[in-house]
C-alpha cells in the first residue's frame, strides 16, 4: 500500500507539471502602478509566469469594476479581475488587469439604462484606450515578456475598448473580446462604429469573440449583423461562439467552457 501511495503521489504531481512549461512556474499576482498618458496612473493587477520570455495578455475590464474598484466589484459579486489573470497564468501567458477609474461618479450604467453625457462616455473610452497603451508599455519592457507576443482582451466596457484599441494601434498578435459593449452614448466610440469595415480593415491581429446565448440582445445583434460579418468580408482571421450558457453576467467568472475555446485560441495565435 506504501509503495501505490509513492506511486500516486508522483504521478500527480507529473500531472500537474505537465500543465505548465518545464521550465516555468507561476509566480504569483502583485499590483503595479501604471502612467497613462494624459492622465493619472492605474493600478494593476500583473500575474508573471517566470521562466524564458513568454507571451502576454492584457485583460480590460467592464463598467461594474470602473464604477466600483476592484475591492468594491468583488463584494458586490461582480468581476474579480485577479481570476482571469490567474487563468491566464495557468495557460503560460504573462497577463496584466489595470484598474480603470476615470469618471466612475459620473458614467456608469444602473438599472433601466445609462448615467453620464456623451462627453463623458466618449472621455471612458479615450481613457481606457490610453490605458491599454500604459500596459503594452509596461509589459514591453519587462524582461519576462516577449514584446512581439502581446495580446489585447476585454470584457463588457473592456470588450469596447480592447476592440478600437485594436483598431488604432498595430502589432498585437491576438485579439478577445468578451461579450463587447454597445456604449451607445459613446456615440463616435460606441461597438457600431467600431464594427465599421473601415475601423475593422486596420486590425491586424486574430479575433475571438465571446457572446452569451441570453446575452444583451443590441450585444447580440451588432456582433451577429456587423462585426463577424465584416470581419468576414475583410477576410480577417475570426474565431466566435456566440452559444455559451449564460447571459452578460456570465462573463464575471472564467468559466471552462470558455476556456477551453480560448486556449486553442492563444495556443494557435500567441505561442
Known sequence: ??????????????????????????????????????????????????????????????????????????????????????????????????????????????????????????????????????????????????????????FSEGGNITLWSATRESGYRAVVLLSPATIRDARKYNLRQATKKSNLSSIDAPVFLAVGEDDIRPIRMITSRRLVPNLQELEKTLVFHTDYPGGHKWFYEPRDALLNDLKLFLEKHLR
Not at 24 to 39: P, S
Not at 47 to 60: D, T
Open 1 to 154: 500500500m506504501k509503495i501505490i501511495g509513492k506511486f500516486f503521489i508522483v504521478l500527480s504531481f507529473a500531472i500537474s507539471a505537465w500543465g505548465l512549461d518545464a521550465d516555468r512556474a507561476i509566480a504569483g499576482i502583485e499590483w503595479v502602478d501604471l502612467k497613462v498618458e494624459g492622465a493619472d496612473s492605474v493600478r494593476a493587477a500583473f500575474g508573471v509566469v517566470k521562466g524564458k520570455k513568454s507571451p502576454a495578455v492584457i485583460f480590460s475590464h467592464g463598467t461594474g469594476v470602473r464604477r466600483l474598484g476592484h475591492q468594491g466589484s468583488i463584494n458586490k459579486a461582480h468581476m474579480d479581475i485577479t481570476h482571469y489573470v490567474k487563468e491566464l497564468n495557468k495557460m503560460g501567458y504573462i497577463a496584466i488587469a489595470p484598474v480603470r477609474s476615470h469618471l466612475s461618479d459620473t458614467a456608469y450604467v444602473q438599472r433601466g439604462g445609462t448615467v453620464g453625457s456623451t462627453d463623458d462616455w466618449i472621455a471612458v473610452i479615450e481613457n481606457g484606450i490610453q490605458v491599454v497603451k500604459a500596459a503594452r508599455i509596461f509589459l514591453t519592457s519587462n524582461a519576462n515578456v516577449d514584446p512581439n507576443r502581446i495580446a489585447i482582451m476585454g
